[in-house]
């Protein structure tokens, strides 16, 4: 029983959805559909592994590809091991440290974009042979998951303080054992192929243990010391942040204006100042003004009275920092409540006075207002500067406010006592390595970023309060200065074994509360991951140090600078070679992803509705460290990209040779294109796009090996679409079916067959389902797709060969389009004279059935002639290339007197929307009064339609010429 036809979704109107991924060669070639003969007899086959498996399907059986059956094919390799690194071919190991996303949050663009860069890089270097190791894992994510089980707790009616923090924790471990495997399972579904046997998560027990390690190590090395300075506090969650969870965003505000009377003047002494904040003010330390401020310099050296403080005095200084022209010109400076503030006093030597509770509540200092809510102080503050004359003026102000990404709340600068890492040493190391090229920073424009971001470090706040994370491992003596006696030890045993050393055996010791910063755990990710610190573990001898680390540009600083100076300090090594930094996901408009404003696409429902790969192969045509903008359009265009794969397997496997044919495939499998005397014995068409393939693989390879993922897909999307599917393709018909040679026949199978895997293996690493679904869909399959060898490099390819066949694409290219410009009919075939010199007509006649096929020409009625026919002028002339050209009867084509009429009545039209732009740019009222734009505008449209109606008079007269010549 036959199969029925099966059709490919025209070329074009992919190009109208997404022209960016084409060439201009391809955007030249107009669309043709697969035809296949409806008499052949074609039967279902499966590889071997396909059938022993029972897992894939086939271009045989189904009309597209399933995204469903991604999920099964996953699966199976998970269960063949294809995931574990394989030493079987040696070579030096591949190793990627997965970013690990939080326990608690569940899969956004963000994660699919380092989901398929990672497992495109990882999958083209297993293929290359070297052993491959993608180590996942998760985040403990401190503050996001404490905050997801107070919420839990809440709706219990629980509060976390009416629990013990053992009982806490223990319902967080809860909590993270029934929800936390979400966005692991959500990665898998993008196919990463990861080694899930080595997955990690940074509160496992031989990571903790790492954790202590460093901490320890860093302290005796005088790296780590307690303080209290200024930090980003959170109300609410009564911790401490990192800058890295601080968002600030642009919203409605107000500038309150408040004067502050000088001490020992009149009335009029006075200086306003312009500020967001006047609830701070009982923190004041000071008012600056620019030293070159003739309006204050004669206050400069006095002291001003801070409103509401019962006369409290302060010094009016002069400080260059002072912006002259923001406000009123004058700087109140509230040390505790401003990182600015706060540097300007530690440089001056002012006292540093903390206004707020660790509630958000103010305190004592602020006398009457203390016990009030921050926002609430702000109201009655202002209230009362007006009834007692010290309210100037308030005034609408766009503020800067900086808001904490868990919580949304209002992030307070607060001076605390916290944990610190001195950064300078280890920032020096860190920047060393990009100098001396033992790291490399990809794109290099990120290179700055890093150097200034190292050159200008402080110091890092490491503690965090909190119940959920890895506690930090010191002891205080009870009954003495926390500050000054603690202990730092690896576990209580060894704490309580050195206290009693220096305290007597009776001593009491408590550890300390706080928990180390999640970013701690995580910039030992790539060695304590592989067993340190223990260094004789065979997974860190074979992977460390690692290959390339992945992930965003916007966390260069925050989490991948500080990897590297852990690295080196721990291990004495970079912990990779390399950095590779993608940009942000955004709207098709440029726009940040956001719920407020709609524009959140969910990759588990782009998944289902385009599939896995159309979206893998979306993410990973953009430039690296560029921000991209995602569209329905461009998911829309690779979901046809695969269909269209997808039916050019279908082509492939219905034109092979039964696969009981034994002796048929013996001989398919046993030719080879990889030596250039193979190459040039095939024809022309084949041996074009066999040498089009070789230079595909080496211009591929280069892209992967260099990271341009973009350039390594739009070359092979470019030479799928254009150079097989509607160019070979195309050809191959006239050899299966219109040869009548058996051995040409054969040529074209192998060929079609060699090119095809071929292009399976360049895509796998981008659209993995799809080709290995097809890959398993080929007779003789002796492997998966995933673990194949890499096509080899350096073939040959006849330069002459491909020059030849871009002849003939340029003849059929040029007759297509006067097709087109005469309207023909598709299925209408016409007469051609081709004229070439004696050399360009022996190769090109040669290839009269694929000429006369892809330009739909009458073979009866081709002619190959070194001089022009008799029926010149009455023909369409056509310049295909140098020395190539074509003549085409005009009455093949169309009914002349017809043509005539219609052209007629369309020039006239032409003329007459002519002569009336030229009138309006002739109208001296039009060019004067007209904006400039519009006049250009018309100037345009009225050179166009001149140009078009000298072609419809050069094209009327050559049709008026053949009706006098017939006459």
């Avoid at 942000?584 to 509705?609: A, H």
Wanted: with cysteine.
């Amino acid at each position: 029983m036959a199969l029925p036809t099966p059709s490919l979704l025209s070329s074009c109107s992919v190009y109208r959805l997404n022209p960016l991924f084409f060439s201009p060669r391809t955007r030249l070639i107009r669309p043709t559909l697969f035809c296949w003969n409806p008499r052949r007899v074609h039967r279902k086959f499966f590889s071997a592994m396909a059938l022993e498996n029972e897992v894939f399907t086939s271009p045989e059986t189904a009309k597209s590809f399933d995204f469903a059956s991604e999920e099964r094919i996953y699966k199976w390799w998970e269960s063949q091991g294809f995931f574990k690194p394989s030493f079987d071919r040696g070579g030096d190991p591949f190793v990627i440290p997965m970013p690990p996303p939080n326990v608690t949050g569940s899969l956004h663009m963000g994660h699919a974009m380092f989901v398929t860069l990672e497992d495109i890089m990882v999958r083209y270097f297993r293929m290359k042979g070297r052993p491959a190791l993608w180590v996942p894992g998760t985040d403990h994510a401190g503050i996001a998951t404490q905050l997801v089980v107070e919420r839990m707790l809440a709706s219990e009616g629980i509060k976390r303080t009416e629990l013990s923090r053992e009982d806490f924790t223990k319902r967080v471990w809860e909590w993270k054992e029934k929800y936390g495997g979400t966005i692991t399972n959500q990665i898998r579904r993008l196919g990463a192929s990861c080694d899930w046997s080595r997955e990690h998560f940074t509160l496992d027990e031989q990571l903790s243990r790492a954790v202590v390690e460093a901490f320890v190590k860093l302290h005796e090395k005088g790296l780590i010391y307690q303080g209290s300075y200024m930090v980003n506090w959170s109300p609410s969650l009564q911790t401490a942040v990192s800058d890295l969870e601080v968002e600030y965003s642009e919203e409605p505000g107000s500038l309150y204006y408040i004067k502050y009377r000088v001490a020992g003047g009149s009335r009029s002494d006075y200086l306003t100042i312009a500020t967001t904040r006047p609830e701070t003010l009982f923190g004041d330390t000071a008012i600056a003004v620019h030293p070159e401020d003739e309006r204050y310099s004669k206050y400069i050296g006095r002291q001003a009275i801070v409103p509401l403080t019962f006369g409290r005095h302060v010094p009016i200084i002069a400080d260059r920092h002072v912006d002259k022209e923001f406000g009123t010109g004058v700087l109140k400076i509230s040390p505790g409540h401003d990182h600015n503030d706060y540097n300007i006093a530690r440089k001056l030597g002012l006292p540093i006075l903390n206004v707020m509770n660790k509630d958000g509540t103010l305190n004592e200092v602020a006398g009457l207002y203390s016990g009030l809510d921050r926002f609430e102080a702000r109201k009655k503050l202002w209230s009362d500067l007006e009834e007692s004359g010290l309210a100037e003026k308030k005034e609408p102000h766009k503020l800067r406010v900086p808001r904490s990404q868990r919580g949304g709340e209002v992030i307070e600068p607060l001076v605390s006592k916290q944990w610190f890492v001195t950064m300078d040493l280890l920032a020096e190391k860190a920047l060393h390595a990009v100098e001396k090229g033992e790291l490399t920073i990809l794109p290099e424009k990120f290179d700055k970023t890093y150097k200034h971001w190292l050159t200008n470090i402080k110091d890092w706040c490491i503690s965090r309060q909190l119940w959920w994370g890895h506690r930090i491992p010191v002891w205080y003596i009870v009954g003495k200065d926390s500050e000054e006696d603690y202990i730092v030890a690896r576990n209580a045993e060894e704490a309580l074994t050195k206290a009693q050393a220096q305290y007597g055996e009776s001593v009491e010791i408590y550890q300390d509360p706080d928990v180390l910063d999640t970013w701690f755990s995580s910039a030992l990710w790539p060695f304590s991951t592989l067993g340190w610190p223990d260094v004789s573990t065979a997974d860190f001898k074979r992977f460390y140090p690692t290959t390339i680390l992945e992930t965003g540009h916007d966390i260069l600083f925050f989490w991948v600078a500080r990897m590297v100076m852990m690295g080196i300090e721990f291990t004495g090594k970079v912990p990779f070679s390399y950095v590779y930094l993608h940009g942000l996901i955004r709207d098709s408009q440029g726009r940040k992803m956001s719920k407020t404003l709609g524009n959140v696409i969910d990759p588990l429902d782009t998944i289902k509705e385009y599939g896995t790969d159309a979206l893998r192969f979306t993410l990973s045509l953009g430039t690296a460290g560029q921000d991209l903008n995602l569209s329905t359009e461009r998911l829309t265009s690779n979901k046809a990209f695969t269909n269209k794969l997808w039916n050019a397997g279908k082509f492939v496997l219905q034109n092979l040779p039964n696969n009981s044919d034994g002796s048929a495939w013996e001989l398919l499998l046993a030719k080879k294109f990889d030596t250039e005397e193979s190459l040039l014995k095939l024809p022309l068409a084949e041996c074009w796009v066999v040498s089009e393939l070789h230079e595909l693989i080496d211009t591929v390879s280069t892209s992967y090996d260099k990271f341009f993922f973009g350039d390594a897909g739009r070359e092979i999307y470019d030479f799928f679409w254009g150079d097989f599917a509607d160019w070979y393709i195309e050809a191959s018909k006239t050899r299966l079916y219109h040869s009548g040679n058996i051995s040409v026949a054969s040529t074209a199978q192998g060929v079609l067959l060699y090119v095809f895997e071929n292009i399976l293996k360049l895509l796998h690493p981008f659209m993995p389902f799809v080709t290995e679904e097809l890959w398993q869909a080929l007779p003789y399959r002796r492997q998966a797709l995933i673990v194949s060898p890499w096509p080899d490099t350096s073939l040959p390819r006849d330069t002459k060969s491909i020059k030849r066949f871009q002849n003939l694409q340029s003849l059929t290219r040029a007759i297509r389009n006067v097709r087109a410009e005469y309207s023909v009919e598709p299925a209408k075939r016409i007469s051609a004279s081709i004229v070439a010199s004696a050399d360009v007509l022996d190769y090109i006649s040669n290839e009269k059935q694929v000429l006369a096929s892809l330009s739909r020409l009458d073979l009866e009625n081709v002619h190959f002639t070194g001089s022009p026919p008799d029926d010149a002028k009455q023909s369409v002339h056509l310049v295909a290339g140098e020395g190539l050209e074509a003549y085409l009867p005009l009455v093949d084509m169309v009914d002349v007197s017809a043509e005539v009429q219609r052209l007629s009545k369309r020039l006239t039209k032409m003329q007459s929307e002519y002569d009336a732009l030229v009138a309006r740019l002739n109208a001296p009222s039009f060019i004067e009064k007209a904006p400039d734009e519009v006049v250009r505008g018309v100037r345009e449209k009225a050179s166009d339609t001149e140009e078009k109606i000298s072609l419809t008079k050069s094209r009327l007269s050559l049709l008026q010429a053949t009706i006098s010549i017939s006459s």
